[in-house]
């Protein structure tokens, strides 16, 4: 019940984390535009912000190893909520600039967040747990671009500064109500932290289920940068239809990562969710360009939504079973290293190659899911580990 309270507890606090994050999304561009920045210079707003998650999100998560997951997890809420007053101040493109280079270091606390959960959950239930973790993001990314849509009509940066005053709301309540887990293993002293990031690293399976993150990561991204053109050009909808559509692919995750993810990790096991997860993206990638109607939009659409629902808390309870127990927070730091790298990469290749052709983005994520899905079927998890729960893993497995 213990673990239940404190699951539920970190599921709101990322959940206001994400929330405060995709409040400031939809006007950032036209806010950067407003204190100077030229169109091409708003695309760092983004990609600077990625940087600094692939930098830091294995300090973090390591860090959490060696001190305890609470303490760090409360600074960068704290970091967060500097970054937003800085974003809401911000009297030129120079301070936005760094702004949002200060939230990417903070908002690498991702991997302290996952981690946590590793700690709190059974190995059969980690997936479920990480799909919490999941459906909080999903939920900020539903909730706060339409909450920050509203504020802006009052001021540009009204958004930034609503947006730092829940994270000093959520600091508070992280401190009273986020207890440390009573399951944390303390990393070994004894080992430096890049000595034992490396050591993990050396692990084939670890190493395997990087890739795939990187490679799905890298196809889907590419789609969500250019799906807002393709909605647009081919199937003439507005932004604010793209809009509705990209809550509709939201609704849809949240409920695979909120609901259906534990049952089916039971029945069938996180590999073989993380190949069908991948597989449905590649399929609906594939599909997207060549749709008929906004009816064929919304019918493709749906099982990438159910794919990367699928797909995305699988990687991370896989990535978690096959590290040591005092490294989770290192290891899945680094897997979040692996997803920022596919989010630097994806934008810039997907909107290169929509601008050749609008299929190509869309076709080459597809390959790439199915690249995702057969080096998925190759993963070599320990008995018991795979396919319905039966029992426990050992922490150096």
Do not use: C
Request: no cysteine; aromatic share 8%.
């Amino acid at each position: 019940m213990k673990r239940q309270a404190s699951l539920g507890i970190l599921f709101l606090v990322v959940f206001v984390d994400l929330l405060g994050f995709g409040m400031v999304i939809p006007v950032m561009p036209i806010y950067a535009e407003h204190l100077g920045a030229s169109e091409a210079a708003t695309g760092w707003l983004s990609t600077g912000y990625s940087l600094m998650q692939f930098v830091f999100a294995p300090i973090w998560g390591r860090l959490s190893d060696r001190v305890g997951r609470r303490p760090v997890l409360l600074v960068s809420i704290a970091m967060t909520a500097l970054a937003f007053v800085l974003y809401g101040v911000a009297a030129s493109f120079a301070v936005l600039l760094v702004s949002r280079l200060f939230a990417g270091a903070a908002t690498a606390n991702i991997a302290i967040a996952q981690a946590y959960v590793a700690d709190v959950t059974t190995p059969e239930g980690r997936a479920r747990g990480m799909g919490m973790i999941g459906a909080a993001f999903g939920l900020g990314f539903v909730f706060g671009p339409a909450v920050g849509g509203l504020l802006a009509g009052y001021s540009l940066a009204a958004p930034g500064l609503a947006a730092a005053a829940l994270s000093l709301v959520n600091l508070v309540a992280a401190f009273i109500l986020l207890p440390e887990p009573a399951q944390h293993v303390a990393a070994t002293r004894s080992r430096g932290r890049f000595e034992a990031l490396l050591g993990e690293l050396r692990k084939p399976g670890i190493r395997r289920i990087l890739f795939i993150y990187l490679v799905v990561t890298l196809a889907f991204s590419a789609m969500e940068a250019t799906y807002a053109f393709l909605a647009q050009r081919r199937f003439g909808l507005g932004e604010r239809h793209v809009g509705w559509v990209f809550a509709y692919i939201g609704v849809i995750v949240v409920l695979v990562q909120g609901g259906l993810i534990g049952p089916l990790t039971r029945r069938f096991g996180e590999k073989r969710l993380l190949v069908a997860g991948s597989l449905l993206q590649g399929v609906a990638l594939a599909a997207l360009p060549f749709a008929n109607g906004v009816a064929g939009l919304l019918l493709a659409s749906a099982p990438l939504a159910l794919g990367s629902g699928l797909a995305s808390p699988s990687i991370m309870s896989m990535l978690s079973r096959l590290s040591r127990a005092e490294d989770q927070g290192g290891t899945l730091g680094i897997g979040q290293s692996a997803s920022a790298l596919g989010r630097i990469i994806g934008p810039l290749a997907g909107t290169t190659s929509f601008s050749a052709w609008h299929a190509a983005p869309y076709l080459g994520g597809a390959a790439l899911m199915a690249m995702g899905a057969a080096v998925a079927a190759t993963v070599s998890v320990p008995k018991g580990d795979d396919g319905p729960s039966r029992g426990a893993v050992t922490p150096s497995s």
